[in-house]
């Protein structure tokens, strides 16, 4: 028996691959499928399950493309409704792969149709369980992602503890616990950075499997301190459940160099979204004008996710030259599959065709400090509500990077200088590009964020309530 967690760090996401006999099955996997496909091949083995065990709302699943290139049985739990073939499992119901087999444990909570996957090995024991967005590493999924107008996050919650107490918590304490994401996810609140652990372990250390926990203690605990959900999550849940163009299909249409006369040419004729996915140092310095950063060497897809809006949009990339396959691979993980081609020979070309490029003003956090001592600036803080309390300039604004497009109009106008920041200078660049791209003026990045002014003599507050334009 070979058991496999193929993790990806940028989305924090566990996918698994099992062995047996000559037989594979594969849960929750990535979009791209070759990986999957390649390792069984090498193994001789036929893949013969796609094992979900929800509809994923933080990234697209390949479950579709490796049924239709593999013969694949795609398999859900009970309540999944999907619109493409699939087998709805029972609750209770094994699946025969090679010498080992697999339960199917209903687990509700997270969402209606959560279920977990229990496998037990050549001699019929216990080994381990998938537990998809049920259980993590330190915490729970989240239960407020499938509220419905007859279902309430508390409902939700009631139904997880009752998942966690009759389904997981019964099994042997040696069972190992392989999850669907680690720390860094939005899909949940306080995941631990490793990646898997014994059910026994997780007794002893989870919050929520506390054994002398009630339902209510439960329920306020797993709800409490919640943050709304990226934009894109139900946008990701619907493609999951209907259907989506095949990977291969994205890649075509994505990669597609152009030299800068049909760049230009290609965001002329479109409504076309500039993407620059450069480092944010190097952006800062020139950039093609009205176009947004998000770096992918930064937290990329979630923030895809949430400052871009429309799932469909067409999107034009600017990338570090040699790494446009892999934005365009991560930007279809969320869903974001209408990019239409790159700038061939990245910026470099764009300047030496003499095409215009803009820049925004960058200043060191020492600077910043001397130019404090002239008189009081405008400070603009991109960060969370939660670290800007723990910590943040007297009289910054905070207005938070998850929610520049909708508060927008808060920000400061008229004429002077806006200094913006954020922890370390990723989120603060993003802001001062939007902003930028919408018309502001007189942007002024600190670089290095909070980290570096913290470094200088700068009186630093602390506080429980944030000077916001927003509540999150």
């Given amino acids: 028996m070979i058991v496999e967690q193929i993790y990806t760090g940028c989305l924090a996401q566990?996918?698994?691959?099992?062995?047996?006999?000559?037989e594979a099955l594969i849960i929750d996997p990535m979009r791209e499928t070759a990986d999957y496909i390649r390792k069984a091949e090498k193994n001789h083995a036929k893949i013969k399950y796609v094992l979900e065990t929800h509809f994923h709302a933080d990234f697209v699943s390949g479950h579709v493309d490796l049924a239709a290139k593999t013969g694949a049985q795609i398999v859900f739990g009970p309540n999944a409704a999907p619109s493409f073939t699939a087998h709805i499992a029972s609750d209770g119901e094994e699946l025969s792969l090679g010498d080992v087999r697999i339960k199917v444990l209903h687990t509700p909570g997270h969402t209606m149709e959560s279920t977990t996957f229990l496998l037990f090995d050549e001699n019929g024991k216990e080994y381990a369980i998938f537990t998809g967005?049920?259980?993590?590493?330190?915490?729970?999924?989240?239960?407020?992602?499938?509220v419905k107008s007859d279902l309430t996050q508390e409902d939700l919650a009631s139904h997880l503890f009752?998942?966690?107490?009759?389904?997981?918590?019964?099994?042997?304490?040696?069972?190992?616990?392989?999850p669907a994401h680690g720390a860094g996810s939005a899909c949940g609140k306080n995941m631990s950075k490793e990646t898997w652990d014994t059910l026994g372990n997780q007794?002893?250390?989870?919050?929520?499997?506390?054994?002398?926990?009630?339902?209510?203690?439960?329920?306020?605990?797993?709800?409490?301190?919640?943050?709304?959900?990226?934009?894109?999550?139900?946008?990701?849940?619907?493609?999951?459940?209907?259907?989506?163009?095949s990977f291969d299909t994205v890649m075509k249409r994505g990669l597609i160099g152009l030299n800068p006369a049909e760049f230009e040419a290609a965001a002329n004729a479109t409504s076309?979204?500039?993407?620059?996915?450069?480092?944010?140092?190097?952006?800062?310095?020139?950039f093609i004008p009205n176009s947004i950063f998000i770096g992918i060497d930064g937290g990329f897809a979630p923030w895809v996710g949430t400052l871009i809006p429309d799932i469909k949009q067409e999107i034009l990339i600017v990338a570090d030259e040699g790494r446009e396959e892999e934005v365009?691979?991560?930007?279809?993980?969320?869903?974001?599959?209408?990019?239409?081609?790159?700038?061939?020979?990245?910026?470099?070309?764009?300047?030496?065709?003499?095409?215009?490029?803009?820049?925004?003003?960058?200043?060191?956090?020492?600077?910043?400090?001397?130019?404090?001592?002239?008189?009081?600036?405008?400070v603009v803080d991109v960060r969370k509500k939660s670290e800007y309390a723990n910590g943040h300039l007297k009289n910054a604004l905070l207005l938070p990077l998850d929610n520049i497009n909708q508060e927008m109009a808060s920000f400061p106008m008229g004429e002077g200088?806006?200094?913006?920041?954020?922890?370390?200078?990723?989120?603060?660049?993003?802001?001062?590009?939007?902003?930028?791209?919408?018309?502001?003026?007189?942007?002024?990045?600190?670089?290095?964020?909070?980290?570096?002014?913290?470094?200088?003599?700068?009186?630093?507050?602390?506080?429980?309530?944030?000077?916001?334009?927003?509540?999150?």
């Fill in 272 to 286: 076309a979204l500039i993407l620059d996915t450069r480092n944010h140092a190097d952006f800062v310095k020139g």
């Fill in 203 to 245: 007794k002893k250390s989870n919050y929520a499997l506390r054994s002398d926990m009630s339902r209510e203690e439960f329920i306020k605990e797993v709800t409490d301190g919640l943050l709304p959900p990226p934009f894109y999550f139900p946008l990701n849940v619907g493609m999951n459940k209907t259907g989506y163009d």
């Fill in 328 to 378: 365009i691979t991560r930007l279809s993980r969320v869903g974001y599959d209408h990019t239409i081609g790159y700038l061939k020979g990245g910026l470099e070309s764009w300047k030496n065709a003499g095409g215009e490029v803009d820049s925004i003003e960058s200043i060191s956090a020492e600077g910043f400090e001397e130019l404090t001592k002239k008189g009081d600036l405008q």
């Fill in 14 to 22: 566990g996918a698994y691959y099992i062995e047996s006999k000559g």
């Fill in 162 to 178: 009752d998942s966690l107490r009759n389904k997981i918590m019964t099994l042997p304490d040696y069972v190992l616990v392989y």
């Fill in 133 to 146: 967005d049920t259980l993590f590493i330190g915490d729970v999924g989240r239960p407020d992602l499938a």
């Fill in 417 to 472: 200088k806006k200094f913006i920041h954020c922890a370390g200078g990723y989120r603060s660049v993003i802001a001062s590009s939007i902003l930028k791209a919408r018309g502001f003026s007189g942007l002024v990045n600190i670089e290095g964020g909070f980290a570096e002014i913290k470094k200088t003599g700068l009186d630093i507050e602390v506080s429980k309530e944030a000077t916001s334009c927003s509540n999150s």
